[in-house]
C-alpha cells in the first residue's frame, strides 16, 4: 500500500508500524534473549518475562496471562527466543482481535457525525484530515467543522487540509463558542446534504474541567440538531504517551461517551504495548492506526499485523 508518493520511495504502513514499535519489540527480543540463553524454563523465568512484558506497557492481566502461557507444557525444557515471541504475538492476538473494528459509516444518517476528541497534540486535526480524504475517495460528500476555537493554528490547519481534501469546512474566530460553531456546521450539513460530518475539539482549555464541560456541551447542542449524533466518537490517543493513555481514555469515554480509538505516530518511537493494556481493560473499537504525517498514513488497525510487530516478528 502506497510504496510511493510523487516518486519518492516511501516505507509501507507495516514497515512503519514495525519501525515505530522497535523500541517496544527490541527490548522485549533483547530481554527474552537474554533470559533464555543456556537455562531451562521454570518459574523465575516466567517471572522475568512478566517483567520484561510489564516494561512494555502490556499491562498486568496481559503480561500474566503471556507468561502463564509460555510456561504452559515447557516447564525444565530449553526455549528458544523465537518460541516465546510467537506466543506473545498469539495472546496479544487474542487480546486485540475482539476491538479491531472497521469505522462503519451509517449511511442512513446524512449526516453521519463524527465527533474527533483527544488532548492537545495527540493528532485529531491531522487524522480529520486523514478520514476526509479516505472518506472523499469512497465518493462520499464530507464536511469539516473546526471545532477547536481554542487555537488560531487548529482552525487553520483544518481549512488546509479543507482545501486538500475538497471538504467545506465551517469555522468561526479564534475563542468563538465550540458548541454554537458544532450546531452551525450540523445544520449546514443537513441543509446541503452531506454524507459525514467530522468535528474537531479542543484538546486543551484552562483546565481539565472546563475542557470536559466544553465537550459536553458541543455532545448536548449537537442533538438539539439531530437526537441521534454523534453517531461516532472517535478518541484520538498519541502512541507515544504509555502508560498516560489509560487516563485519557476513562476521563473522555466518561465525558464524551467515546465509540473508538485511532491511535496516531505509531511510526515514531511508540510506546505500542499501551493498546493492549487498553484493549484488555476498556474493550472499546480500534478503528486506525496513524502512521506518519502525509494525508495517505492512517491505516485500518488489524489485529494480527499489530501482534506480529509488538512480538518483533517478521511478516
Ligand atoms: N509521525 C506522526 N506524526 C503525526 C501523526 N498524526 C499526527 N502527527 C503530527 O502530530 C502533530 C500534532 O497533530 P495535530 O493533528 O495538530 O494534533 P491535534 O490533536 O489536532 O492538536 P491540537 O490542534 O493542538 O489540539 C502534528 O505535527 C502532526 O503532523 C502520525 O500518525 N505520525
Not at 170 to 196: C, H, N, P, Y
Amino acid at each position: 500500500m502506497n510504496d510511493t508518493t510523487a516518486g519518492t520511495p516511501k516505507l509501507s504502513w507495516w514497515q512503519r508500524l514495525k519501525g515505530g514499535l522497535k523500541r517496544t519489540s527490541g527490548a522485549l527480543g533483547t530481554a527474552v534473549a537474554d533470559l533464555v540463553i543456556r537455562r531451562k524454563l521454570d518459574r523465575a523465568m516466567l517471572d522475568d518475562i512478566e517483567d520484561v512484558l510489564l516494561r512494555a506497557d502490556l499491562g498486568t492481566e496481559v503480561a500474566v496471562r503471556i507468561a502463564d502461557a509460555v510456561g504452559k507444557g515447557r516447564y525444565d525444557k530449553a526455549i528458544s527466543a523465537d518460541e516465546v515471541k510467537e506466543v506473545v504475538a498469539t495472546e496479544v492476538e487474542k487480546v486485540l482481535s475482539p476491538v479491531a473494528k472497521p469505522l462503519e459509516i451509517d449511511a442512513s444518517k446524512k449526516p453521519f457525525v463524527i465527533l474527533v476528541v483527544g488532548v492537545n497534540g495527540s493528532g485529531k486535526t491531522t487524522t480529520i484530515g486523514k478520514l476526509a480524504a479516505k472518506f472523499s475517495a469512497e465518493g462520499r460528500k464530507v464536511m469539516l467543522a473546526a471545532g477547536d476555537t481554542f487555537r488560531a493554528a487548529a482552525i487553520e490547519q483544518l481549512k488546509v487540509w479543507g482545501e486538500r481534501t475538497g471538504s467545506p469546512v465551517i469555522a468561526g474566530a479564534q475563542g468563538s463558542d465550540s458548541a454554537s460553531l458544532a450546531f452551525s456546521a450540523l445544520t449546514a450539513a443537513k441543509e446541503q446534504q452531506r454524507d459525514v460530518l467530522l468535528i474537531d475539539t479542543a484538546g486543551r482549555l484552562q483546565n481539565k474541567s472546563e475542557l470536559m464541560n466544553e465537550l459536553e456541551k458541543v455532545v448536548r447542542v449537537i442533538r438539539k440538531v439531530d437526537a441521534s449524533a454523534p453517531h461516532a466518537v472517535l478518541l484520538v490517543l498519541d502512541a507515544t504517551v504509555g502508560q498516560n493513555a489509560l487516563s485519557q481514555v476513562e476521563a473522555f469515554h466518561r465525558t464524551a461517551g467515546v465509540t473508538g480509538l485511532v491511535m496516531t505516530k505509531l511510526d515514531g518511537t511508540a510506546r505500542g504495548g499501551i493498546l493492549v493494556a487498553l484493549s484488555e481493560k476498556h474493550k472499546l473499537p480500534v478503528h486506525f492506526i496513524g502512521v506518519g504525517e502525509g494525508v495517505e498514513d492512517l491505516a485500518p488497525f488489524t489485529a494480527k499485523d499489530f501482534a506480529k510487530a509488538i512480538a518483533g516478528i517478521e511478516g
